[in-house]
T-cell receptor, first 114, second 113 residues
């Protein structure tokens, strides 16, 4: 079963606007990660936020985590056409013997129009 | 460094045929994973390995087998392919550190007729 669920499933914005994607999960986690997937390509790691962190920045990316609501958001500021991709959240429950498995959500398809 | 590579990139099989997908990584990572991705869905874990000579089942292991004879390689086998195994298969590796960031290959698109 999917641990993380992204919302919205699809998002279309104009270049220069901000894009916000949300992720909800069901069980306690060790960390939550966001990945990007360009069409026909493998996933690329973007950013990781640990369970004891509330906000993290990396360039134009801002991630928040609310463990009480079991949710996270990814904000991409000043979007560019090159940001067009699918974005996935992945949760690491960090349980022993799990080999640090990640459970992926179904993704948000972001389209940035020039 | 090439990172994570997968062979082949595309393959078409007939029902009942067998094949092996090869994943190789040159980052000396301990952990390796095989996922499948179906339209509109995220990745689902098939099998994984925490080191050379070890394998374990993931979320959807039925119909697949794996082997990790060398640290840098992780093989995924389909003994008798079924149309339900039509998917895009991704391999990933991880150093196994606290963060468990995973590095992905480019994928193998498999069609079973």
């Amino acid at each position: 079963s999917q641990q993380g669920e992204e919302d919205p499933q699809a998002l279309s914005i104009q270049e220069g606007e901000n894009a916000t994607m949300n992720c909800s999960y069901k069980t306690s986690i060790n960390n939550l990660q966001w990945y990007r997937q360009n069409s026909g390509r493998g996933l690329v790691h973007l950013i990781l936020i640990r369970s004891n962190e509330r906000e993290k920045h990396s360039g134009r990316l801002r991630v928040t985590l609310d463990t009480s609501k079991k949710s996270s958001s990814l904000l991409i500021t000043a979007s560019r056409a090159a940001d067009t991709a699918s974005y996935f959240c992945a949760t690491d429950r960090g349980s022993s013997g799990s080999a640090r498995q990640l459970t992926f959500g179904s993704g948000t398809q972001l389209t940035v129009l020039p | 460094n090439a990172g994570v590579t997968q062979t082949p990139k595309f393959r078409v099989l007939k029902t009942g045929q067998s094949m092996t997908l090869l994943c190789a990584q040159d980052m000396n990572h301990e952990y390796m994973y095989w996922y499948r991705q179906d339209p509109g869905m995220g990745l689902r874990l098939i099998h994984y390995s925490v080191g050379e000579g070890t394998t374990a089942k993931g979320e959807v292991p039925d119909g697949y087998n794996v082997s990790r004879l060398k640290k840098q390689n992780f093989l995924l086998g389909l003994e008798s392919a079924a149309p339900s195994q039509t998917s895009v298969y991704f391999c990933a590796s991880s150093p196994g550190t606290e963060s468990n960031e995973q590095f992905f290959g480019p994928g193998t698109r498999l069609t079973v007729l």
